[in-house]
């Protein structure tokens, strides 16, 4: 399964657009990627913080004759991204359900993920901030950057690629999708 690749300068919101585009072509998997986000989105109506440098991406998939829950699927997605992290770092990364992930107690990624049904079909949107380069400064919830983790510069291009192909491996596997 290869995602096709949507990429942008500048978004309202990286999942914003992987919906314009369900809704506007026929791509029934795809991946958009932003170089800044102006309004990106976060958990319960929040506003995610998107600093430049950072990565912002949401893939999409038709979800029709999947029988996942979201439950499931969320901590599918957990996983693929505790696994890209893992890549960088040997420190333990945690989640805060339900779906960030934390290094030493602070945050270094979200994941949103949103249904929506177009032309009678079921669309899973997987949007995932990773703080790279910035941390966001956020009261009362400490965050951190992969940068000041691994105290080594870390390419965002390397972050994106590395995560779309764990995503086209293990997403083919568990939708048995060719």
């Known amino acids: 399964m290869k995602f096709k690749k949507f990429k942008f300068k500048k978004v309202k919101s990286t ?8 809704k506007e072509t026929k791509y029934n998997l795809g991946m958009v990627v932003a170089e800044t986000q102006v309004s990106g989105k976060g958990q319960y109506g929040r506003k995610w913080i998107s600093l430049k440098g950072n990565l912002f991406i949401s893939f999409f998939n ?14 599918i997605n ?19 359900k339900p779906n960030d992930l934390l290094i030493d107690k602070k945050k270094i990624s979200g994941i949103l993920q949103e249904i929506i049904f177009v032309r009678d079909k079921k669309f899973l949107v997987t949007g995932i901030g990773i703080n790279i380069k910035k941390n966001p400064i956020i009261r009362n919830y ?20 590395k995560l779309k192909q764990l995503f086209e491996k293990n997403l083919s596997k568990l939708y048995k999708i060719k």
């Open 15 to 22: 999942n914003n657009t992987a919906i314009r585009i369900i």
């Open 62 to 75: 038709d979800l029709n004759k999947k029988n996942l829950s979201i439950k499931a699927i969320t901590k």
């Open 78 to 96: 957990c996983l693929l991204v505790k696994k890209l992290l893992s890549s960088f770092t040997k420190k333990k990364i945690l989640f805060k």
């Open 142 to 161: 400490p965050t951190t950057n992969l940068q000041e983790v691994t105290k080594k510069s870390i390419s965002k291009l390397k972050v994106e690629n």
